[in-house]
């Protein structure tokens, strides 16, 4: 069995300072694939040599809706001039981008904005995106069928309605499931969890964040990842080995991973 995580932030060292035991750990217990989603500019070099040194391993650089304060005019350009180039570093998506209005008095404007202008950026790179959206479904939503975005991508830690699921699932994207399934009280989710169509799921654990049920005070690793495969496949009530055929196929389709 083999397990994708769409969502891994392997590469900040002050979470993670043995990428390489990390990773084995991860490739052990069956996740062969992981995507590094970007934050801040200051990342990317090292985001992306991880990607060029290790098998199955692939990168997605960008500039994350909440730290606004770090991102400059000129790391647009170079986010642009990255992705154009040709070579191994090539980015598999643009991320994490999107709208976060969940803590209060955000820049909405600038983060509107931002959001905007790294779409466009996918858009004429053909990349995918992955998205960052908490509190702001609609407006994101309004804003890919307003920029005619076509490239579809992947919502990751998904948090809305199950209608905004499906539109999103219409647009061409993915619905990124993770560690908040594996909680009793997550009743919402582990409800469209277990509705949604097959090939809108993919598995992510967020980590360092988002620590499962079982695993709590303790940060979250790759590792974990089968424990939130086997939820989702208990709430499907299906075997495991589906759910992780499924989700990886989905997951190569929509970051166009090679099998
Ligand atoms: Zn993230």
Same mark, same amino acid.
């Given at each position: ?21 990390? $990773? ?11 995507? #590094? ?9 090292? $985001? ?7 098998? @199955? ?10 730290? $606004? %304060? ?5 790391? #647009?350009?170079? #986010?642009?001039? !990255? ?11 643009? @991320? ?8 209060? *008095? ?15 950026? %996918? ?6 995106? !992955? $998205? ?8 994101? #939503? ?10 579809? @991508?992947?919502?990751? %830690? ?12 219409? !647009? ?47 940060? *979250?690793?790759?590792?974990? !990842? ?17 759910? %992780? ?10 970051? *166009?991973?090679?099998?």
């Amino acid at each position: 069995m083999e397990l994708i995580d769409t969502h891994c932030h392997l590469d900040l060292q002050e979470h993670f300072q043995r990428f390489e035991a990390e $990773l084995a750990r991860a490739h052990a217990a069956g996740v062969k694939t992981i995507i #590094l989603p970007g934050v801040v500019q200051a990342g990317w070099k090292r $985001l992306l040599q991880l990607c060029n040194c290790s098998q @199955g391993v692939f990168g997605a650089p960008g500039l994350h809706p909440l730290y $606004l %304060a770090y991102h400059h005019p000129h790391h #647009l350009q170079e #986010l642009q001039e !990255l992705v154009s180039a040709n070579g191994s570093q090539r980015a598999v998506a643009i @991320g994490e981008i999107g709208l976060d209005y969940y803590p209060e *008095n955000v820049d909405r404007t600038a983060q509107q904005e931002l959001f905007e202008q790294q779409l466009q950026i %996918a858009a004429t790179a053909r990349l995918p995106i !992955l $998205l960052h959206v908490r509190k702001a479904h609609d407006q994101v #939503l309004a804003t890919i069928r307003r920029k005619h975005f076509t490239q579809g @991508g992947i919502v990751h %830690a998904f948090s809305g309605s199950y209608q905004q699921a499906c539109a999103y699932i219409k !647009l061409g994207f993915g619905i990124g499931i993770c560690g908040t399934i594996t909680y009793d009280r997550a009743q919402k989710i582990r409800k469209i969890a277990a509705q949604l169509p097959q090939e809108s799921l993919v598995l992510e654990t967020d980590a360092p964040d988002i620590p499962l049920a079982g695993h709590r005070g303790e940060s *979250n690793h790759p590792q974990f !990842l089968p424990e939130v495969l086997e939820t989702l496949a208990s709430l499907r009530k299906e075997p495991g080995e589906v759910t %992780a055929g499924y989700t990886c196929a989905n997951a190569r389709r929509i970051l *166009n991973l090679a099998d």
